[in-house]
């Protein structure tokens, strides 16, 4: 069994607290965008998550043990692939609507199904193939508006293209995580990302940080800090059930990320990106619910009952 006790309701609230979380950092992230650069940005959401990380390791009596690893170059590469995705994502936060960034971006699990079949030779079915297509046209329809002539000079298309280069670093980063979880605790894998960008992102302050005013400083201390709390809250809600029950409920971000958006920032979406997010999140629900039959049909045969249907 991959979680402790299983306790549906309470993975999933934890679950659902870890995207209200994230969410809120990102509108933090995007507050500040036209008063910090994008490095020190990055600073801030992984120096003030250490804290956090440090106080959980604690009190699970894990500080010790939870910040060895077996392959420090591994847990560099996936900081370096992590750190660009954030820088990315962050950039782009700057330039498009929340719900926008938010939509594009549920491109990564589509992704990684790719990376993987490519990478980690894993075995890609018909079905999933084509749902990863179906989810990729969705992007593309949300996508769509973004590569204009106006939208050129306005970074509008900038931004999606970060966004989308964004996405397919967090799916080579998922990749990189599939690796280390066979040698490493999570816990690891979470502190040595939290460290490694902080570190890379220190390497930008010669290119122009700048001293945020008090307002802007808060929200960057508090992104830092919801970053540490939203990778706790979602690390822990596996430990509660598996990954089909609780994958789902990722896609509750668009939720979040349409509200935050009109009530922060006078966001208005279109038409046009709610219909590609729909068929976004249809085909990456599509393909969790396949995983989940595949799963329950390889425990009925190693069980040596006969799966029906």
Known sequence: MPYETYQPFKA????????????SMAAMIKATADVVPTGEAVFFRSAFAMPVLFGWLWMRGALRTGIKVQSPIGHVLRGL?????MGMNFLALGLLPLPEVTA????????????AALLLKERVGPFRWSMVLLGLVGVMIVLWPRLTVDSVADGA???AML???SACARALAQVQIRRLVEIDNTSAIVFWFTVTTTVLSLM??????????????V????????????QILMTSAYRFAGASLIAPFDYSAMIMALGMGYFLFAEIPTGQ???????????GVMIIWREHRLGLRRGKARSGMTPQG
């Open 12 to 23: 999933i609230t934890l679950k659902l607290c870890s995207v209200v979380v994230f969410t």
């Open 163 to 165: 966004v989308l280069g």
């Open 104 to 115: 594009i971006g549920f491109a990564a699990p589509l992704l990684t199904v790719v990376f």
């Open 219 to 230: 929200l960057l201390i508090g992104a830092g800090l919801f970053g540490g709390l939203g």
């Open 157 to 159: 298309a900038l931004g």
């Open 204 to 217: 930008t302050a010669p290119f122009g940080w700048t001293m945020p005013d008090a307002f802007s400083l």
């Open 273 to 283: 990106m709610l219909m590609g997010a729909l068929v976004v999140i249809a085909a």
């Open 81 to 85: 692939i992590g750190a660009s995705a």
